[in-house]
Nanobody, 123 residues
Framework: QVQLVESGGGLVQAGDSLKLSCAAS????????MGWFRQAPGKEREFVAA????????YYADSVKGRFTISRDNAKNTVYLQMNSLKPEDTAVYYC????????????????WGQGTQVTVSS
């Protein structure tokens, strides 16, 4: 199976930048898309960004468009989330997740998740 480990979180001030990493291990030979999600205190988990298995397509939540960039390096089995112009409302636990491309040509659900990394943005 696949194990995912996030890193790079921390405490920063508004306007600062952070780069999160998600390292995959285990069964990494299949085609899979990757996503970033976050959960703030008292709120439900929300989608942040996603990238296709080749890296040619990316998707972003409206709240982070223009500020966050998702990328991947398949040779290193790692997905990144570059976060610029951070705001206090970005404070959350950030999770990476993987979904595999099925024979039907569609993606499965996000069945593999990391443990999360805390991002705190002070004002």
């Amino acid at each position: 199976q696949v194990q995912l480990v996030e890193s790079g979180g921390g405490l920063v001030q508004a306007g600062d930048s952070l780069k999160l990493s998600c390292a995959a291990s285990g069964r990494t030979f299949s085609r899979y898309g990757m996503g970033w999600f976050r959960q703030a205190p008292g709120k439900e988990r929300e989608f942040v960004a996603a990238i296709s298995w080749r890296g040619g397509s990316t998707y972003y939540a409206d709240s982070v468009k223009g500020r966050f960039t998702i990328s991947r390096d398949n040779a290193k089995n790692t997905v990144y989330l570059q976060m610029n112009s951070l705001k206090p409302e970005d404070t959350a636990v950030y999770y990476c997740a993987a979904r595999f491309l099925l024979n039907s040509g569609t993606y499965d659900e996000y069945n593999y998740w990391g443990q999360g990394t805390q991002v705190t943005v002070s004002s």
